[in-house]
C-alpha cells in the first residue's frame, strides 16, 4: 500500500483542526494531479490513510467528500474509492486547476487555458462592438492612458493591462462568459510559467493590440473586435511562452 503522505503532514496533529482538513485535502488533490495515484486506482483505506496522514477519520470522510464534489474520485459502498479520468474532474476548481498546471511541464494546460480564454474575452469584445457606447469607449480609452503611462513601470504597466480585461469582462454584461473568463485568468496570473519571459518590445507590441481591440469596439465592428482580441491573448501567449517547452516538441537547448 503506497504511502500518500509527504513528510510535512507528519506533523499535521500540530496544525490548527480547521487547517488539517485543508491541508489532507491539499495532499490528496496533489497525489491525483501527478499522477502518484492514477485514473482507475483505488485509493488506500479510510483507516488506512488516517494513520498516514496522523488525523482522525472523520477528516479524512470530509476529504473524500471534497474530492467526490470536485470529479476526482467515486466513493463506493464496499468498493473503496476510485479515482476517476480527468474528464470528469472540476477543472476550474480553486485546487484543481493550479495543481494542474503546476505539474504540466509542456505547459499544455496554459495553452488550452490561453485557447479558452481568448475565445471567451473575444465574444465579449464582439458583444461590447456590437453594442458600443461613448461610456464604454471612454473607459477603454481611459485604460488604455493608464497602461500609455505606465510603459516604464512594469509592475503598473501589468497591473493596468489586467484592469484593461476585466473591464472588457464587466462592460460586455455576459456574466457567465465573465465568471469562468475571470477564474481561468486570475489562476494563469498566479502561476509563474504563465508570465514566462516577455519579447523585446512586448509592452509596445501590447500597446498596439490593445488599441486595435478599441478601435474596433469604437467602430462598432464585432468580426473585427471579436478578431482583435482573440489574436492578441494567443500571440501575447506564444510571444512569452517558454522556448524550451513546445507542445509537441522535445526540449530544446
Not at 47 to 73: C, D, N, P, Y
Request: proline share 4%; charged share 25%; aromatic share 4%.
Amino acid at each position: 500500500m503506497s504511502d500518500l503522505t509527504p513528510t510535512g503532514m507528519r506533523d499535521a496533529g500540530r496544525l490548527p483542526f480547521d487547517r488539517i482538513g485543508v491541508a489532507v485535502l491539499n495532499e490528496l488533490v496533489e497525489a491525483i494531479v501527478s499522477g502518484r495515484v492514477q485514473p482507475g486506482e483505488t485509493l488506500p483505506p479510510e483507516a488506512v490513510l488516517s494513520q498516514q496522514f496522523g488525523v482522525s477519520r472523520t477528516v479524512i470522510r470530509e476529504s473524500m467528500k471534497r474530492l467526490q464534489e470536485k470529479g476526482m474520485v467515486t466513493v463506493a459502498q464496499g468498493r473503496g474509492t476510485h479515482v476517476n479520468a480527468m474528464s470528469a474532474w472540476n477543472l476550474l476548481d480553486p485546487l484543481v486547476l493550479p495543481a494542474l498546471i503546476g505539474h504540466d511541464d509542456a505547459l499544455g494546460i496554459l495553452d488550452d487555458l490561453s485557447v479558452v480564454r481568448g475565445a471567451l474575452e473575444a465574444a465579449m469584445a464582439g458583444a461590447l462592438a456590437a453594442r458600443r457606447t461613448d461610456e464604454v469607449v471612454e473607459t477603454l480609452r481611459a485604460s488604455l492612458t493608464t497602461m500609455q503611462e505606465n510603459m516604464a513601470d512594469s509592475a503598473a504597466f501589468r497591473q493596468a493591462d489586467v484592469r484593461f480585461h476585466i473591464a472588457v469582462m464587466e462592460l460586455s454584461g455576459n456574466l457567465l462568459a465573465e465568471n469562468i473568463a475571470r477564474v481561468l485568468f486570475d489562476r494563469a496570473l498566479e502561476s509563474t510559467r504563465y508570465h514566462g519571459v516577455d519579447p523585446e518590445h512586448a509592452f509596445e507590441m501590447t500597446m498596439q493590440e490593445h488599441e486595435r481591440i478599441v478601435e474596433a469596439i469604437d467602430a462598432g465592428d464585432a468580426d473585427a473586435a471579436r478578431r482583435a482580441m482573440d489574436e492578441h491573448i494567443l500571440g501575447s501567449w506564444e510571444r512569452r511562452r517558454l522556448p524550451t517547452l513546445r507542445r509537441g516538441k522535445e526540449p530544446q537547448d
